[in-house]
Every structure is written in C-alpha cells, then in structure tokens.
C-alpha cells in the first residue's frame, strides 16, 4: 500500500522538512513495530515524498500524483500553497475517487472543521504536530487496508478532524507535546536534497506572545539535546553543506542553549557552511558578541525580526523589546564585518499609522542591516491579530496570502505607496550593488524614507515599474533620477550635489561586483590610457602595490582584475573618514582602485579592493 507526501514549495531551492519528518518518524515506528511483534509490517506500507514548487502546472502536479495510484495522498499546507494544493486535491478526487486526502500543517490546523464542511474531496486534517498523529494514521489504515466507505478507524486518534463514511465531520481531542528529541534527523542521505537549502530545527515553541504570529499559540520552548545536535551539526559539517537554515522561532530566547551551539559551530567551522538563525538581537549579550567576533566571515546570518518602532504598536502585538539595544548590537555586530544582518519591518500593524511607519523605517534603516525587509502584515489563521480584525478595522485579502488591505490607521493608498517603498528598497539597498552611492544621495534628503519615496515616484512616472531590468540599466536609471531631481535646485539642500561624485561613486559600486568587459553607460571612455594600463600589470604593480608573487603572470592578473579613477571628492564615501586623511595627504584630483575579482569578500561577494594613489 502507497501513501504519498506531497509538497508545493515556495521555490525550487526549499525543501519540505515536515513531510520528511513525517515519513522519517512513520518508518522509524513501523519499523519498530514489525521487530517487536514478529507480524505483517502494517500490509508492507510505502511511504513516498514528492515534492514539487507552486510554480509548477498545476496539470503536471495533478498527474504526477495521480500516477502514482497511491491510496493517500497527504498534503503538506502553508500559507503559499493552500490554494493551489486545494485546486489540486479536488481534482484528484474526480479522477481516483476512492484515494483518501489527508492535510496538515499550519495553514489548516485551525477552523479545520470548516475546512471539511467546505471541501467534501477533504478526508482527514492533521491538527499541530503531525509525527505521532500521522505515524497512527498510517498504522491504522494499513492495519484495516479499508476503503473509502469502511466503518471508522478515525475515531481513536488524537488531533485530527476527520470525515465518517457517513459524512458526518467528527473532531478528536488535541495531542500532547512529543519530546523534541523524538523528532528524527532526515539527513542520512544528503542525495536526495542536492542544490536544496537544508533546514533543521532545535527548538518549538515561542516564549513570546507576538498577536501575528502562530508560535506564540505554543509558549512552552521544547529544546533538543545539546549532545543530538552538536553530533547532527558535525554531519552537516562533515558533508560541507552550503547553508543549514533553523527554523526556531527564536533560536536565542535559551542563552545557553544558543551560546552553545554557536560556539561549537565556530571551533568546528570547515570554511564552507552557512548558518541561519532568526534571533531577536535585544537578547544578545557580552557573551555572544564575544564568540560573534571571532567567527569566520560567512559562517552565520542573523534574521531579526523588529517589525516596528512605535511604543504603541508594540505594546498591541505584545511584543518585548529593547530596542535601543538591539540597534546597539546590530551596529556593534555590522562592525565585525563578517555576518549578515536581514532586518524585518511589517506595514500594516495597529496603532501605526503612516507617519509612524515612516519613522519605523527610518529608526530600521539607522540600524544598517545588510538587507531591509519591508513586508505588509499576514493575517494568519488562528493568531490573536485575526481575532482582532473588526477592532481594527481591518482589511485583508481573503485567500492567501490573506495580506493586509487597509486599517483604522493606514489606508489602502498608503499601502500601495510602501509597496513601491518595498520595491526600490529590494533594488537597490537590498541588492548591495550600490553601497557607496546611496549614503551620498541619501544626504541631500531629509530622510531614507523621502528619498525611496522620491525615486519610486520616478519609476512610477517613468513607467518603470514591471520591467525586467538589466544590472546596468538599474544604475543608468539612478542616474537619470538623479538628473530630473536635482534639476530642481530648490529640492537641494545646502550642500552642493554633485555628478562627478554621482559617477565616481556609480562606477566604484558597478565595478565592485561585476568584471565588466565594456564601460558603462555614463562612465568616461578608457579613462586610463592602454599603455600605462599595460605597463602596471607587466611591471607588477607600484611601489604602494605589489602584485608580483609566485606563479604571477601580468596577462592573466589583467583578466582577473581592474582599475577604475575615482574623483577626490568620492574618496571619502568610498573610505568613510579615512578619506579625509586621503585627501588632506595628497593634491591629486584623481585617485585609483584596483578590483581584483579572483579574492572576493566572503561576507559580501564583492571584488577585493586595493586604494592606489597614483599609477
């Protein structure tokens, strides 16, 4: 008998890490179940993951499903996928009347009796942790191999919703909490998860009471062994993983349990592997920022979860949180320059209006995190924020991903503003192809927030919006922003702004990620002349830079590498207040920079990057 686990992923780099626990449990317990009993192994079960993305034909997914001629599909459902996978199981249902479909996961574990009323294709709902409840699911139907219009064999099960032959919807009492250390590790064969993000958890449960999130219905924190994990972070190690993602809620609400792991991590590191965590940065202490220091450039990335700066609003959503202390340590850990930093605001949350966000964006972006997320608030089922909805006025999509429309405090047209907000955010800080640039031009407005503001309502007027940009055409469009705002000299402040700083800047920042073979748009033709070109490579460099080590050969280091003039007055947004000293030092107009592309920084892929005086 065949039961399928099926998965729609958001992306074909995701993996499903619930339907490969699920099928990792079940066999581990049918298993068990066959030695100790010396019986039938529950009619010689096959459990069978598919896993495909929501970018697939739906068409293809149906048939894929249905030739597999299993007698259950389980689906695995979350706020990206329930729509497609409901369109999918009713389908399925017409063609293979007789297959039983289960469901589970977040997206339908509350109001799971009203899903059953509204989809008679649906057989069975998973509420909550799905281990212990599918692996006696499993048993059961494999025990009775039953038919659809069999007698019950539901009825006994905890913590599911399901359908009697009869068509009656019968709801179990809940199931405890299983220990964290009976959750199996999936990894034994990382074959079947090649070019995958893998992801691991050591952690359920959420300490905290945040009114839009689902973690917070689970306050009790479940942790897995230190000695289970630090064996299954040596395999990941061991086997070079690229990149372990852990879904813990709040990987460092136990400091002990954090300090840990990061410690072992960083005495273990092998060079390759990267680790995420979703940490709340208020948490961080001496101790941390210690081991922090220390780390390899790369090895880990940090998700912090700030969502607002507005007292009011955070008091409502029942948040917790120093923010004046996470600012201190996210600025403390951007000074290590070697972890990356993803910072969360959400539009759309009570008592903030749009001025407040404003601010919230502002204080977000003081923060300097290597990327801002800018996301609008997720009404999720079964959280405190949907039970609120009619007192704060709000409105949200009613299929996923039930985003919000419009509240008491901020209207659908400021929505559609922050959402062009979100999209000059995703281009250009976000991208980190234009570093250098962005704080100069940023220094001419009264605040982040009013310069996106300003260059979205450029791409809107311009019709830009939608278009899929090539990486030159994004920087020839700053540019040409740049020319229509500042034709407007009363929008200038004090200081004079200036386009050979602008061109400077442009091209130090294109160059630093891209080996670009012709120049670009606005850049000056071969600024330096072939022959002194030829003669820093063939002699090795200058006395400031010496190229010449063993193996060097001047044509290929010309291939590998490039050199870019950059005006006097850019130095300093290239070397911060070093430049100052550049400048006071010598009387050139003209400084250069060599990008060599063969040693590129590790944290942030960028050429590496050498200050040359003269040539």
Known sequence: MKIVL???????????????????????????????????????????????????????????LYQEKAEVVAFSCYIWNIREILTIAKELKKVAPDMHIWMGGPEVSYDSRKLLEDNPFIDVVIQGEG??????LVKEYGRLNVKYNDADMYQKILGIVYRKPSGEICENDRRSLMSMDEVPFIYKDLSRFENKILYYETSRGCPFSCSYCLSSIDKSVRLRSLDLIKQELQFFLDNNAA????????????KEHALAIWKYITEHDNGITNFHFEVAADLIGEEELSVFRKMRPGLIQLEIGLQSTNPATIK???RVMNIEKLKANMLKIRSFKNIHQHLDLIAGLPYENFSAFKKSFNDAYQMK????????????????????????????????????????????????????????VEAYYNSSQFEHVLP??????ESPYQFYEALGKYYNDENLYGIGFKREARYEALRQFCRKWFGKQEQIKSKAFSFTVLDSLLSYDYYLRENAKSRPSWAKEEPIEKSVYRAFFNNGGTDEI???KEGYDAKIASRLMHIEPVSSEAVFWIEGDDGKTVKLNQQNQCFYYLFDYEHKNALSKAAKVKFLSHL
């Not at 281990?131 to 006696?136: A, G, H, K, V």
């Not at 609120?388 to 509240?407: F, M, N």
Request: hydrophobic share 35%.
């Open 6 to 64: 099926a998965a729609l992923n958001a992306k074909y780099v995701h993996s499903n890490l619930a339907v490969y626990d699920l099928e990792a449990y079940a066999n581990k317990r049918l298993n068990e179940d066959f030695f100790e009993k010396r019986q039938d192994k529950s009619e010689n079960i096959q459990l069978v993951v598919k896993e495909y993305t929501i970018n697939h034909n739906l068409n293809m997914i149906l048939q894929s």
């Open 131 to 136: 281990e212990i409840t599918f692996y006696e």
């Open 243 to 254: 990149q372990v993602k852990f879904i813990d809620r709040t990987f460092n609400c136990n």
């Open 316 to 318: 409502e959503i029942r």
């Open 369 to 424: 995190p290597n990327q801002l997320q800018l996301g609008f608030l997720k009404v999720l089922k079964g959280s405190y924020m949907e039970e609120q909805a009619t007192e704060y006025e709000l409105k949200y999509q009613d299929v996923q991903p039930y985003e919000v429309l419009s509240t008491k405090w901020i209207s659908y047209d400021e929505i559609l503003e922050l959402k062009q907000i979100e999209e000059m």
């Open 440 to 445: 100069y031009l940023i220094t001419f407005f």
């Open 546 to 548: 010496c190229l010449e």
